[in-house]
């Protein structure tokens, strides 16, 4: 069996960095692993449909949709553009303010978002020419706007964190409240390297003037007032909901998911970018969920197979010292994470990791936001580094390059990784405050 089991775990890494998309790559060593184990073909897939068939049936999935179509209603109300430009003014006298309104939007633009992506293609759009306008030396700015962007999935709501506690039956809404204190460090950090980076090197960031903030009309501040009031009673709403006991983290998300519909009718979103809207959750949260129906395929086998028990027991026959252990869980995330997505890498390996972490006494919910937070990391490392291509992609600036963007946010790369490990040494950063309030 033990040979079985790394036999289909050695297939399907093969699969997945021969480029077999991991979705394809998970059912197809699942189905074949679990008919070596039955001896049946027919059993195979009557047990792996059943568990795909199950697997849909939970309502729990409908967050991921709700929540990406909420931050889809408030991108397209220009309420990000609102948003970004109220703490550009708010930080004006601060060095390196137009770095420091970019890591603050971004914190901002997560609460509602839940997806990275989403917040570096707009703050591509919105923060780096005004940046290089100022006179930012392009790599800082890049830098600011990719790695910043990373806060999307540790700030609730993340899709990153529905997803490992849907792999987990970890509460959702514990999982939310523990990436707060993680999440605002994090921005601690971003905002007092690039205050002390702007002082050290003031060609690097320029000083703002009062003047640039000046001329705005009544109607741009009516509209900043609604988009700011409106942001702060989605987030009271969903987190605050979720936070007090009100709502479910599913009833919280139809609740945003509504709330942000009327935001963008308010500030005049039309029939064309409510309907580009709804298309745009649904190319987002299809590959999602069918790589959720996969990873139930996959656990299944680990489950029939006892895998989690047979790698358990071959990763502590190495070392019975959790620094090590967690030291090896570290690197092998960083390596996927060079070649692959954040939401392949948690349904790859969580269902075996998670058990690991428990059998050597790391609290659960400090170890999905280290997970989370190392993962994330993979977004900026090369040669992958989803979001460098995102921003690539998305900023209006044929000159830059990917290597610019890399240099950039290395820093963020770093801060990000040291986060991670304060919160594995430094338990309560995650814990305390949801065993104090749920």
Known sequence: MTTLIFSFLAVLMLLVFLGVHVAVALGVASA????LMLGS????????????????????????????????????????KDIYT?????????????????????????????VSIASAATFSRLAYPEMVALGYKKSFALGVVAGSACLGMLIPPSILM?????????????????????????????????IIGAKMYPEMAPQCSPADFESVTPAQRRSELISSLSIIGLIMVVIGGIWGGFLTPTEAAGFGAIGALTVGLIKGMRRTDLLDAIFRAGKTTAPIMILLIAAHMYSRFL??????????????????????????????WLILGMFIDSTSIILLTVPIFAPIAASIGIDQLAFAIFGI????????????????????????????????????????WIMILAVAILVVVFPGLANWLPQSLL
Not at 168 to 191: M, N, R
């Open 32 to 35: 074949f692993g679990v008919y």
């Open 303 to 332: 489950a029939m197979g006892g895998a989690v028990t047979i790698i358990n027991g071959s990763i502590l026959s190495i070392s019975d010292s959790p620094l090590i252990i967690m030291l090896m869980l570290f690197t092998i």
């Open 162 to 194: 529905i997803i490992w506690a849907v792999l987990t039956e970890i509460s959702i809404g514990a999982l939310f409240i523990a990436g707060l204190v993680p999440g605002l460090l994090l921005s601690g950090f971003f905002v007092a390297y690039c």
């Open 86 to 114: 109220i703490c550009n003014r708010a930080f004006m006298k601060v060095p390196g303010c137009l770095a420091v309104a970019t890591v603050s939007g971004n914190a901002i633009f997560a609460a509602i978002t839940g």
């Open 373 to 412: 937070l190392v993962i994330e990391a993979g977004l900026l490392t090369p040669p992958f580094g989803l979001l460098i291509f995102t921003v690539k992609a998305a900023v209006p600036d044929d000159s830059v390059t990917l290597g610019m963007i890399f240099r950039g946010a290395i820093p963020f």
């Open 41 to 80: 073909v027919d059993i195979a897939l009557s047990v792996l449909s059943g568990t795909a068939y199950e697997a849909l049936r939970k309502d729990i999935f409908i967050v991921i949709p709700l929540f990406v179509l909420m931050g889809e209603f408030i991108s397209r109300s220009g309420a990000a």
